[in-house]
């Protein structure tokens, strides 16, 4: 049979089903103008609030009952999310708002419902989950409904703050990493905790002689079991959707300062011992800076010479029984303000741009992340009007022959332009290179010098939520690059409030190499349906019932099909905020390459061999809130011509909110036929956090991954003695787990402060 009439088949199928999808994507807007939901952001009423110009600051105390808050507007009324979006809260909450010219403040009173003490995991900041008591300011100073930042307090005054990326649809786009200067103190009184925040304008990204911002508020309760929000959001979505924000008015336009120059410098020295292979000890120090001058009140130059990202927590490892890279995401400092506008490009298997690629290498002897030194960088980003952000960069990393990796420049430059009322069109090119003309990779053989690429996305949003999507195509224009370097792929998704319905394809030509990118692999096309629907039952200790349909569909030339994955998922969600999941699948494998499961001397499958895995997983949460909580997961099924059983969760205790321990495992038994290597593959880790005061914290993470036949240990001590800046002790050992033989240890310590100027 002639493998061409297939291969030249499944091609055009991929390029059909891309031509529908690019048709839906790009016909939703029109379609979108009038939403169904009676929840609708057309049909709602869009609750204000105005801000009251002050002539004298206010201190902080916590206590809202100073002179200056008397006489401001006050708002409340919030409505239920969780359990229900229909109820009006329980526990009340009055809030207000009131600026200077150079900062924003909020005072808000927050009652009890109930006895008993506040929740709070730890006194660690950047908290998050149902785990915590606490109240959070959502604002949109552009209402474009697509970026914003949020800051929150709890009770104990420990703060968070950080970023709402493409408009706050899912998990993702809720970014605790981004750090700025601000103040707040609370006050726990008798039935009530109250408090005052001060947000420095410098921090936050507006135009100038605005009378109106995007604004939500709302609050975590956890005595009264429920989630309220000042502008009311329909509770398929996310707690902090922009799509559905109340109006922060000024009573003036909004003039107040907001340039700036900040200067954050550091120093840092460590001493370290490698055993492998000799014993080698190194010790020294280092400086460096980084810099952030507001150009404009709405875009940010940053600038930084010799950086040093040290402070970033040891990445979790992972049990990889795939055959592709696992991904580890960004945490440094420097990429995260306006990172989705580098970042947001493809589909998250498919990045033409990922920062962690910038300083960062393997260790492949403890599959650990090193680092590969950066001389320095400069980046601008923000917007240039209500329709535009930009986003240029150029990083240049140092020559590092210990890990074979020539001296490099990274630079990538960024367009989004604002469509209808939540949707863009963007634009990537990313180019890297080495300084002296020689190959990227040494290891693959060739001598590419140079990669470079360019790209668009659409991504959609309607303006009421229910309807989000994206078209996008990438293009490899390095020289010699073919006509099948491209990555194209498209989705378009259906959010109601009882069910929701989304469509996905991908196609990756085999001559796309995005090495500045995430795409753990190419030549290949796929589709994606997945449908859902979901039940909120009263009077139940369950709040809602999801039961979920997923497939997933792999073509390769020449292979044809090469995976399939077809899946049942039955969820309860509890109101105590635990909750079950079941789910049946089946994965079909045909394999391209060959490829061995564990490490070993036992055969390997090849090329062509083909194999139906049915497996089932289920897995129970417990409620987060209590002294001890715990996810627990059990999984078993056909894997490869054998069997697979894994037990994998997470144990937790808090004691009040001072200590926090956590004990997490994957242990996976793979049983093959004769021939093959079978294996036990252990994952363990453990977590000590000590948060002595909100400004004191001490952290151990001990992992020991058997795929990597590697012991680590790193502890850390923070002390944050001004607002963003900090003193770090990093301790952190390697070992070969039998007989605990010393692979290498580091002693670091580094202090850098956040310089308002």
């Known amino acids: ?186 006050y726990r009184g008798d039935g009530y905790w109250s408090v005052e925040m001060a947000i420095p304008f410098k921090a936050l990204r507006f135009h100038a002689g605005e009378d109106t911002w995007g604004m939500n508020f709302y609050r ?48 840092a020295g460590d001493a370290t011992r490698q055993y492998e292979g000799g014993l080698v000890k190194q010790s020294g120090g280092d400086v460096g800076l980084d810099a952030k001058v507001m150009l404009t009140p709405s875009l940010n130059l940053d600038l930084t010479v010799n950086p040093d990202f040290s402070q970033v927590e040891v990445d979790e490892q992972q049990t990889n029984l795939d055959r592709f890279e696992l991904f580890f995401p960004e945490r440094r400092q420097f990429f995260l303000e306006n990172a989705d506008l580098f970042a947001g490009f493809g589909f998250n298997n498919a990045r033409p741009f990922f920062s962690r690629r910038i300083g960062i290498a393997i260790d492949s002897s403890t599959g650990q992340n090193v680092q590969n030194r950066i001389i320095g960088g400069a ?17 240049q990393a140092a020559t590092d022959d210990a890990i074979g990796v020539d001296g490099r420049n990274y630079a990538v430059a960024a367009a989004q332009r604002q469509l209808f009322s939540r949707s863009n069109l963007a634009f990537i090119a990313v180019n890297e290179q080495t300084n002296s003309g ?11 010098s140079a990669s470079r690429l360019i790209g668009m996305d659409y991504n959609l949003a309607s303006a009421d939520g229910a309807w989000t999507g994206k078209l996008f195509h990438h293009q490899q224009v390095t020289q010699g690059a073919g006509g099948d370097a491209f990555s194209h792929g498209a989705f378009l998704e259906r959010n109601a409030r009882l069910w929701r319905a989304r469509w996905e394809h991908q196609i990756i030509g085999d001559g796309f190499d995005a090495r500045t990118g995430f795409v753990p692999r190419r030549g290949f096309q796929r589709v994606n349906p ?54 049946a699948r089946t994965r079909y494998v045909q394999l391209f390459a060959p490829f061995r499961p564990v490490r070993g001397d036992g055969l390997a499958f090849q090329p062509g061999e083909a194999f139906e895995q ?72 453990s977590r000590i956090d000590i948060t002595f005061t909100t400004t004191l914290f001490w952290t151990t993470f001990t992992q020991y ?53």
């Open 1 to 186: 049979m002639n493998c061409r009439k297939p291969r030249a088949l499944m091609r055009g199928v991929a390029r059909a089903v891309a031509v529908m999808g690019a048709m839906l994507v790009l016909a939703v807007p029109s379609a979108s103008a009038q939403p169904v939901d009676s929840a609708s952001a057309s049909s709602r009423v869009i609750r204000k609030l105005t801000a009251t110009r002050l002539t004298t600051p206010i201190q902080l105390d916590g206590v809202v009952d100073s002179t200056e808050w008397r006489g401001i507007p006050r708002s409340g009324d919030f409505m239920q999310y969780f359990p229900f979006d229909t109820s009006p809260a329980r526990a009340p909450v009055e809030f207000m708002m009131a600026y200077d010219d150079e900062t924003l403040y909020l005072g808000a009173i927050l009652y009890d419902y109930g006895q008993g003490g506040y929740v709070s995991a730890s006194l660690r900041r950047d908290y998050r989950g149902s785990a915590n008591d606490g109240v959070t300011l959502v604002l949109d100073p552009w209402r474009d409904g697509t970026t914003g930042v949020f800051f929150g307090v709890n009770p104990y005054n420990v703060q968070r703050e950080g970023l709402i990326v493409n408009g706050g649809v899912s998990g993702e786009d809720f970014d605790r990493s981004w750090d700025n200067v601000w103040s707040s103190e609370t």
């Open 530 to 583: 997945e449908f859902e629907i979901s039940r909120f039952p009263a009077g139940s200790p369950i709040n809602r019932h999801v039961l979920r349909l997923e497939g997933n569909f792999t073509w390769d030339d020449p292979w044809g099909l090469t995976d399939r994955n077809l899946s049942a998922r039955y969820s309860a969600e509890f109101r105590n905020t635990g909750r079950a999941d079941v789910t």
């Open 614 to 685: 049915p497996e089932l997983e289920a897995s129970i949460t417990t409620d987060p809130r209590e002294v001890v909580s715990g996810t627990f997961r059990l999984r078993g099924g056909r894997y490869f011509n054998g069997s697979l059983r894994q037990t994998s969760g997470s144990l937790n205790y808090r004691w009040r909110q001072y200590a926090t321990g956590a004990l997490t495992w994957n242990v996976s038994q793979i049983d093959l036929a004769s021939g093959y290597d079978d294996a036990t593959l252990w994952l363990f880790g």
């Open 438 to 448: 020689g190959p990227l990779d040494p290891r693959r053989g060739d001598s590419v």
């Open 220 to 267: 975590i309760d956890s005595k009264a079991n429920e989630r309220t929000t000042w502008s009311p959001i329909p509770r398929q979505f996310q707690v902090y959707s922009l799509a559905y924000l109340g109006e922060l008015t000024w009573d003036t336009p909004m003039n107040a300062r907001s340039s700036g120059f900040t200067l954050i410098p550091y120093a």
């Open 705 to 757: 991954n058997s795929q990597f036949d590697n012991l680590n240990i790193n502890s850390r001590l923070q002390w944050r003695f001004l607002p963003a800046s900090d003193l770090f002790i990093v301790y952190t050992d390697n070992y070969v787990p039998d007989g605990l033989r010393a692979k290498n240890r580091a002693l670091l310590a580094k202090v850098s402060w956040w310089l308002n100027l």
């Open 379 to 395: 980046r601008v980003s923000g917007r240039l009007s209500d329709d535009w952000r930009i986003g240029l960069m150029s990083m």
